[in-house]
C-alpha cells in the first residue's frame, strides 16, 4: 500500500514537471513568419517601439525586449532595424547627446525569434557627448559590423558587441551625419550628409576615399545595391530641397554616373540629410528600385516609383493624391521590398505623415495592385521602417514565399569578395531571407 501510495506521488510529480516544462515551453513566444515595424516614437513623450504583425494579420504591439530580468526601453527616436543570423540590431538617436549618460540607447541587440536582449550600448563617448546612432550594417564573416553615426563610422564586434574603434577619418566634420551603408567586395559604402560617399577598406577598418561628384551643396543621401549587382545613390542638397537626378555608382572605376529623371518624378524624400533611411530600397527578385517622391523636404510623400535597372526607365507606381480624403502618406523608410516574394510594403500614415492612424499595405509591383492593409490602433507611432522576420520550420506568413523558395542572392569569397558564381574552397553565401552561410565548394 504504502509502495503503491509512493508511485502515486512521484507520478504525479513527473506529471506536474512535464506540465511546467511544456508551458514554459508554451509561452517561449517566437516571432517568426511576419514583419517588424520599427515606430519611431513620439519625441520628447514616448521612446522608440517595436510592433509585429504576424502571419494571421494580428498586430502585437511595444514588443518588450527583455535581459537579465529586467526589460530594455529603446532611444528616444527609432531610426533603423535589421535581421542578420539570428539577431536583430536597432539604432536610436538620443533624445540629448550631451547626456550620454543617460539611459537612452544607442544600439540594442536581441534574439530576433524571441525578443530576448543580447546587448546594449547605451552611448558612444566623444568630444561633445556622444554619436548619435543613424544605421547599422553588419558583416557576420568578419565578425563585426558597422555603426554609422552623427560623428562618423564605429566599428562594433559581433561577438561581444564591443566597440572596437572608429574609422579615422569618417568623424569630426560639422553637422556631419553618416547614414546608410552597404558592404561590396571587401568594401564599405557610407553616404554622408557633409562629406559624399566614404569608400571603406572594411578589413583593415580604414578610409580609402571620399567621393563626392554633385554640385557645390549637395551631397549622396542613400545607398541601395540593385539585384544586378549595381550601386545606386540619392543625392540632395544639404541645407534641404531635392536634384533631378539619381546616381549610378561604379565600384570598380569608383566613378558615378548622373541619370537624369523625368521632370514630373518627385525625388526621393529625406533628401535633405542622410541621419535616417529614406524611402529609397532595391528589389531581390526583379532589377528595379522604388522610392517614396517627396512632396515637401521631410519625411512624407504620396507619390511611389519604379525605376527599371535594365531599361533606365521610371514609372509612377502609386499616386495617393488621387485618394480620397484623408489621403495616404508614406512615412519614413516605410518603403520597402520583402526579399522573399517582391511585394512592395508601405507604412501609410492617413492624413498626414504626422498623424495618429497609420496602417501596413502590401502592393504588387508590376501593376500596384493592393494586396492587403493592416490598420495599427490608433495612436502617433510615426512609423519608421518595416523589417521583414526570420521563418519558421513550419509555415510561412501569408503573401510570402515559404522557406522552400529560399533563394540565393549574392556569395562572396572567404574574404568578402564577391563572385557570381560558386568558386573552389569556403563560399559566404547570402540568401533571400537574410541568413548567411558558410558552403565548402570542392
Not at 221 to 235: N, Q
Not at 331 to 341: E, I, K, M, S, T
Request: aromatic share 10%; glycine share 8%; charged share 20%.
Amino acid at each position: 500500500m504504502k509502495h503503491f501510495y509512493l508511485s502515486r506521488i512521484f507520478s504525479a510529480a513527473l506529471l506536474a514537471g512535464l506540465f511546467m516544462t511544456q508551458s514554459a515551453s508554451a509561452q517561449q513566444k517566437e516571432y517568426t513568419d511576419g514583419v517588424f515595424m520599427l515606430n519611431e516614437g513620439s519625441f520628447g513623450k514616448e521612446r522608440a517601439t517595436i510592433n509585429f504583425l504576424d502571419c494571421n494579420g494580428t498586430w502585437e504591439y511595444r514588443l518588450p525586449i527583455t535581459m537579465n530580468g529586467e526589460t530594455i526601453q529603446l532611444g528616444t527616436t527609432g531610426c533603423y532595424a535589421t535581421i542578420c543570423g539570428e539577431d536583430m540590431y536597432i539604432v536610436s538617436k538620443k533624445m540629448n547627446v550631451s547626456k550620454p549618460d543617460v539611459s537612452d540607447p544607442t544600439f540594442v541587440v536581441c534574439d530576433a525569434k524571441t525578443m530576448k536582449g543580447k546587448a546594449v550600448i547605451n552611448s558612444i563617448k566623444t568630444a561633445y557627448g556622444a554619436a548619435d546612432g543613424r544605421a547599422f550594417l553588419p558583416m557576420p564573416n568578419l565578425k563585426k559590423g558597422y555603426l554609422s553615426t552623427t560623428n562618423g563610422v564605429y566599428v562594433i564586434s559581433l561577438e561581444d558587441y564591443s566597440v572596437l574603434s572608429q574609422i579615422e577619418g569618417t568623424g569630426g566634420y560639422t553637422n556631419n551625419q553618416t547614414g546608410n551603408m552597404i558592404y561590396r567586395d571587401g568594401k564599405v559604402y557610407a553616404v554622408d550628409q557633409t562629406c559624399g560617399l566614404f569608400i571603406i577598406d572594411a578589413v583593415n577598418d580604414k578610409l580609402l576615399k571620399t567621393i563626392n561628384n554633385e554640385a557645390e551643396g549637395s551631397t549622396y543621401c542613400s545607398i541601395v545595391e540593385a539585384k544586378d549587382g549595381s550601386i545606386w545613390l540619392t543625392a540632395g542638397i544639404k541645407a534641404g530641397g531635392s536634384v533631378d537626378h539619381i546616381v549610378k555608382f561604379d565600384p570598380v572605376n569608383e566613378t558615378t554616373e548622373n541619370i537624369t529623371l523625368p521632370s514630373d518624378v518627385k525625388q526621393p524624400t529625406n533628401n535633405w540629410g542622410a541621419w535616417n533611411p529614406d524611402c529609397f530600397t532595391a528589389s531581390t527578385t526583379e532589377n528595379a528600385l522604388f522610392w517614396n517622391g517627396a512632396t515637401g523636404p521631410w519625411s512624407n510623400g504620396q507619390h511611389i516609383y519604379k525605376f527599371d535597372v535594365d531599361s533606365r526607365t521610371t514609372t509612377l507606381l502609386l499616386d495617393f493624391t488621387t485618394a480620397e480624403a484623408p489621403q495616404p502618406y508614406a512615412y519614413g523608410a516605410a518603403c520597402r521590398v520583402n526579399p522573399d516574394n517582391g511585394n512592395l510594403y508601405l507604412s501609410i500614415t492617413k492624413g498626414s505623415a504626422w498623424g495618429d492612424e497609420s496602417e501596413l499595405r502590401v502592393y504588387d509591383t508590376t501593376d500596384g495592385t493592393m494586396k492587403a492593409a493592416y490598420p495599427m490602433e490608433k495612436h502617433y507611432w510615426f512609423p519608421e521602417m518595416p523589417v521583414f522576420s526570420l521563418k519558421s520550420s513550419t509555415n510561412g506568413i501569408t503573401g510570402t514565399q515559404t522557406s522552400a523558395d529560399i533563394r540565393e542572392i549574392a556569395r562572396f569569397t572567404i574574404d568578402g569578395k564577391r563572385i557570381n558564381q560558386p568558386q573552389r574552397g569556403i563560399n559566404i553565401v547570402k540568401y533571400s531571407d537574410g541568413t548567411v552561410k558558410k558552403v565548402i565548394v570542392k
